[in-house]
């Protein structure tokens, strides 16, 4: 036998740490309706102090701040478990970005729930800040004369403009004010790593929505009878959800590859942003024909508050257009692609030159 | 209640720093063979690149046949090397259709159903380059339905008289043999997949004729193969006599996920790159979105290898491959010939490029298992039928 080379396989998350994510807010789900369809999403803070108890809230964090010390794929089971049920909360902007952040420039972490703030350079647009009205501190990063700086504001000191996105989670317009602030240095390697972990954080949410899309879609056409027999046994309708199913496959093995090289890499190669806009691209393409053919198959009670399917169908669409839309995805994959060239396309492709 | 979803494709897990090593290699010989002119990238060249010298300087480089066992004239290799080199040589439109069918098909049922005799004789030849293969399994009345093949086997004096029509064997009129499904015992309705069984049947035997069957571009790569009563040793039955279905399906998913289903087209895309201003390029969200879809595919089908070379059930991860990727090399065909026209001058080598995909196209989403016929495998998978 010829050496085939050392694999490194994927360790797996412990079963029970993910049946306890998921009892928590399969529990929460069970006292908790969703509310009235227009109400603006709060962080829910007998929830999160629940959450907190039971170390989920920094899962990430390094234990000597008060974090459990697990890593991103934890993590990612504890996304997926609160997209299944339909529970929104800061938990990615919370542990993944703003107190990752804050750790790794040295800063103190407390028990506040917090949120991430990139300031636009002058002249750009307003960004919008996902849950700034629902933190109590708000890890904000500006640009400096002399390179990037972070600081952590106190959420009673920023202006805020209440905005939501179309799943009312909060998308809100900040204002702070940083001339007075010196805040802390941050190294542009540590900026160019929140902006991967921001944009894969929510590729790793619609895969996680999208598959609860069509599990839904499969316990439908199974249950649905019409023409005397359940939808199911329909080749028409077989072939909708083996379409959409096929899409999040992809989807799904383009971010579980990108997250690989994150961890493998420590996030630090230029081609894990190549892997990043490739999950994006397929996950926001992904979730166009998983929602058309989910909402396809359920008929008009799909469309409706009342049945669970919107809970995810309308989070992928809204979450694949947090951190770029899919158009600035497919953009930053063509870009890259020029760079390559043809001859280097492939070698692009395989992160093998 | 809350749904919960069973993985369809097995986790994009491992990273193989041998595997990169291996790729460089064979990137290093390609720009060889393309400063030498031994080949030109071409569309679908799985299928329509028939080049034995380029097969057998393959095979010098141990190529071929790589996860035959030494014993048989092999490498040893893994699986997942052999899928490395094959998809250096189709992201380069190698002409790799000589050795295509022996190499990803007979090889891994040679080793799994074939007896001794049948290893020693074929697997060190096909290692060396020297033996090529088809497959007969279609039949003018048998596309999707296999299991409706009307060839039937008729036990004779020291084998098997076997008699019917097979279509769409590649390479039939270059190939030494061909595996053909053929019915042993009569059709049962209840049980229509049991009683077929396989055999190895020699291209030049008595009894054979091979009738081109011209595609609509011209093109000669299918035929029709006539067997008249031609005589198959016992010694050349394939596996276990009435176990041709099993034999058959278990197989597929080695054809199905290969780097084949996504590849087919992608020099016209490094060909669309080169000819483009990159500024044009840096701003086409539909170039993108197909590269996107490629690097995707790619994770998937490299699972699906992984799942393979621990020998674990992948029918379903490979119809996903399958479905998408021939469906995306579709789209990469579409893709080019949308942005070319009388008003475009982009020269015979574009043109040609175009007009080969956008020929070959139709059978991306036809061969290996229809995609719808692979929707309803993707769909039994989710437990829908």
């Known amino acids: 036998m010829n050496a085939t080379g050392a694999m490194t396989s994927t360790p797996a998350v412990d079963r029970d740490l993910v049946a306890m994510m998921d009892a928590v807010f399969a529990d929460y789900r069970l006292s908790h309706d969703h509310g009235p369809a227009e109400a603006r999403v709060d962080c829910d803070r007998v929830l999160w102090q629940r959450l907190d108890e039971l170390g989920l809230v920094r899962l990430t964090g390094s234990e000597q701040s008060g974090g459990s010390g697990a890593s991103w794929r934890e993590s990612t089971e504890l996304l997926t478990a609160a997209v299944r049920h339909g529970v929104r909360l800061p938990l990615a ?147 909708l959800i083996a379409d959409a199913a096929a899409e999040a496959a992809v989807a799904r093995s383009a971010t579980e590859a990108a997250l690989h090289t994150a961890l493998q890499t420590g996030w630090l190669t230029d081609h894990l942003d190549f892997q990043i806009a490739v999950a994006r691209s397929c996950a926001g393409h992904a979730a166009s024909v998983v929602t058309r053919n989910a909402h396809q198959v359920h008929g008009a009670i799909g469309t409706t508050r009342e049945h669970r399917l919107h809970e995810w169908t309308r989070a992928a669409l809204a979450w694949r257009s947090d951190y770029g839309s899919v158009h600035f995805w497919d953009r930053k994959v063509a870009a890259a692609a020029a760079e390559a060239g043809g001859a280097g396309l492939w070698p692009l492709i395989t992160g093998t030159d | 209640m809350t749904p919960t979803l069973k993985r369809l494709v097995p986790p994009a897990s491992s990273s193989n720093p041998a595997a990169d090593a291996l790729r460089g290699q064979v990137r290093a010989f390609l720009a060889e063979q393309l400063a030498a002119g031994t080949f030109t990238p071409s569309v679908d060249a799985w299928l329509c690149g028939w080049d034995e010298t380029f097969t057998r300087s393959l095979a010098r480089q141990g190529w071929l046949g790589m996860t035959v066992p030494e014993r048989y004239g092999g490498h040893g290799r893994s699986f997942h090397d052999r899928f490395v080199v094959t998809e250096e040589l189709l992201a380069a439109g190698a002409p790799v259709a000589a050795h295509w069918i022996a190499d990803r098909q007979i090889v891994p049922s040679l080793l799994k159903y074939g007896t001794e005799e049948q290893k020693h004789e074929f697997l060190p030849r096909i290692v060396r380059g020297e033996c090529f293969f088809g497959i007969g399994m279609s039949e003018p009345d048998s596309g999707s339905d296999l299991a409706s093949v009307r060839t039937r086997a008729v036990r004779v004096d ?60 011209g093109g000669h790569h299918f035929n029709e193969v006539i067997l008249d009563e031609v005589f198959v040793p016992d010694s050349m039955v394939f596996g276990e006599l009435g176990q041709g279905w099993s034999q058959v399906t278990s197989e597929l998913s080695f054809e199905r996920s290969g780097p084949e289903r996504f590849l087919s087209t992608f020099p016209l895309l490094t060909t669309a790159l080169e000819l483009a201003a990159p500024q044009d390029v840096s701003c086409d969200v539909e170039m993108g979105r197909l590269v996107a879809r490629i690097a995707g595919l790619h994770h998937t089908s490299t699972a699906v290898a992984d799942a393979l070379q621990r020998d674990e059930a992948a029918d379903v991860s490979a119809a996903v491959v399958k479905v998408l990727g021939t469906t995306v090399e579709g789209d990469i065909a579409d893709y080019a ?19 080969r995909a956008i020929d070959q196209r139709p059978g991306f989403t036809l061969r290996g298992g229809t995609n719808e016929v692979l929707r309803g495998v993707i769909a039994r998978g989710l437990g829908l039928r």
């Open chain 2, 158 to 217: 020291g084998g098997w008289a076997v008699t019917g029509t097979k279509v769409w064997t590649s390479g039939a009129h270059h190939a030494h043999a061909f595996i053909v499904l053929a019915r042993t015992t009569p059709v049962d309705a209840a049980h229509r997949h049991a009683g077929l069984s396989q055999f190895i049947v020699d291209l030049a035997a008595e009894g054979v004729d091979v009738r081109p069957i011209i595609s609509m571009n």
């Open chain 1, 93 to 239: 902007e919370h542990d993944l970005l703003a107190c990752w952040l804050l750790e790794a420039v040295g800063q103190e972490v407390d028990d506040a729930v917090r949120t991430i703030h990139l300031m636009p350079g002058p002249g750009r647009p307003p960004t919008l800040t996902p849950w700034a009205d629902s933190a109590d501190r708000i890890v904000t990063v500006w640009r400096g004369d002399d390179g990037y700086r972070v600081a952590d504001v106190d959420a009673s000191e920023i202006t805020i403009a209440l905005g939501r996105n179309l799943i009312c989670e909060p998308r809100d317009t900040v204002s702070v004010e940083v001339s007075g602030r010196s805040g802390h240095m941050v190294a542009p390697e540590l900026i160019a790593e929140l902006q991967r972990k921001a944009a894969l954080v929510r590729a790793i949410q619609v895969c996680a929505a999208l598959d609860c899309a069509i599990a839904a879609s499969v316990d439908h056409v199974m249950s649905r009878i019409q023409f005397g027999r359940p939808l199911a046994k329909f080749q028409a309708i077989q072939n």
């Open chain 2, 337 to 355: 010939d949308l942005r070319t026209g009388d008003e475009t001058s982009c020269g015979a080598v574009w043109t040609d490029l175009v007009s």
